[in-house]
């Protein structure tokens, strides 16, 4: 229990570092009126100073073009003006897998999301789903669930480039026990994940997921913490 405390602090303290970084900006007030956002990404006192704007582009300018410098947060109008809002995402997450239940006495194992996907159709309302796997090994026998789950998805922006997102998804899993190496695939169940999680907008085109689901079928049922990273669908 004191390794899932642990787990959670360091996700907070990646989800504080990630909102004080994507909340802000640089500004470049040039002379000549034109106001330039994005990230100073080199600096030379009295000679020049460049500048990379979020859609990837560099710009120079001469020390004595600037006006001044400034840190201001991202406003959510020039965020979506510049075309930075894409509606979906697709990737994979890792990370441990704790057993509650019946299964609270087995040891921590692994889960692997090799697809995780969610796309809205409103700007609060979608679908997500996901193809995965839970694994846990403990005296020559290892075992874990695996499926593919889909269902609704629930967004609303915390800030400009971070989404609170929940998910109730339902579909086939399968349980899968080895003993010595010998495989044994039980009969397919009904499984589902009740999740929550935080999808920061980092980049134009990527996102990094950091989620916490519950997952079960039968009587299996597992708390599951995972960090992930996704292509952001349009």
Request: proline letters at 3%; a negative charge; one cysteine or more.
């Amino acid at each position: 229990m004191k390794r899932t405390f642990l787990f959670i602090a360091i996700i907070a303290l990646c989800v504080s570092s990630a909102f004080s970084q994507t909340s802000m900006q640089e500004v470049v007030y040039l002379k000549n009126g034109s106001i330039i956002k994005g990230i100073v990404i080199e600096q030379v006192p009295n000679e020049y100073v460049k500048v990379q704007t979020r859609d990837g582009s560099i710009f120079v300018y001469n020390a004595n073009e600037v006006e001044k410098i400034t840190k201001e947060p991202i406003s959510k109008t020039s965020y979506y003006n510049e075309g930075y809002e894409r509606k979906g995402f697709i990737g994979l997450s890792i990370g441990p897998s704790f057993p509650i239940g019946d299964y609270s006495e087995l040891p921590i194992g692994l889960n692997l999301s090799l697809i995780d996907f969610g796309y809205l159709f409103h700007k609060n309302f979608g679908v997500a789903g996901k193809w995965f796997g839970t694994a846990h090994a403990e005296d020559g026998i290892s075992f874990g669930l695996g499926g593919i789950l889909i269902g609704p998805l629930g967004s609303t922006p915390i800030t400009e480039t971070i989404n609170l997102e929940g998910k109730l998804l339902g579909g086939a899993g399968a349980f899968v026990a080895s003993y010595d190496g010998d495989s044994e695939s039980s009969d397919a169940y009904f499984a589902y994940d009740i999740g929550i999680g935080l999808r920061f907008n980092t980049k134009e085109k990527v996102s990094v997921l950091v989620n916490a689901d519950l997952i079960g079928a039968e009587d299996y049922k597992t708390v599951n913490l995972s960090v992930g990273i996704a292509y952001r669908l349009k």
